[in-house]
């Protein structure tokens, strides 16, 4: 019976991790980690985004519209399956993948203006990348 109560609680608690996490090995949204404000949707946590990167989506969505985010935390078996680089920024709740509708030069001169953003990029997907590292594109 013990050996029962203890699988139940780890199986709980690895059930409670993974709610916060919202990407786990490639597996975006998990349905139950949506939340939405201020025109920004998150298929992906919100509390892993640091305050200052919040500032900002919150800024591009009042200037371009409804901002979805994509990726928040990585967990190291999601980032190698994503081809994510070995220090990404993903692992440690630094960086946002989000998508916004307006012309890409634009939404990139936007974000290059912001002084929270480090590392910023615009994917051929679509998605666009921002970070809390030191100011940089690839």
């Known amino acids: 019976m013990r050996q029962r109560l203890i699988a139940w609680i780890l199986f709980l608690g690895l059930t409670a991790a993974l709610a916060?996490?919202?990407?786990?090995?490639?597996?975006?949204?998990?349905?139950?980690?949506?939340?939405?404000?201020?025109?920004v949707d998150y298929d992906d946590t919100a509390w892993c985004v640091p305050r200052k990167l919040k500032k900002v989506l919150?800024?591009?969505a009042k200037r371009y519209g409804k901002v979805t985010v994509h990726s928040t935390k990585r967990w190291w078996l999601?980032?190698?399956w994503k081809g994510g680089a070995k220090d990404s920024y993903h692992l440690n709740c630094q960086a946002v993948d989000f998508s916004v509708r307006g012309n890409p030069s634009s939404v990139l001169a936007y974000l290059k203006s912001q002084k929270a953003v480090g590392g910023y990029k615009h994917y051929s997907s679509g998605h666009y990348h921002i970070d809390t590292g030191p100011r940089r594109t690839w």
């Open 20 to 39: 916060g996490c919202g990407t786990v090995a490639g597996v975006t949204g998990m349905g139950w980690v949506t939340a939405s404000h201020n025109s």
């Open 58 to 60: 919150n800024r591009v």
């Open 78 to 80: 999601e980032n190698w």
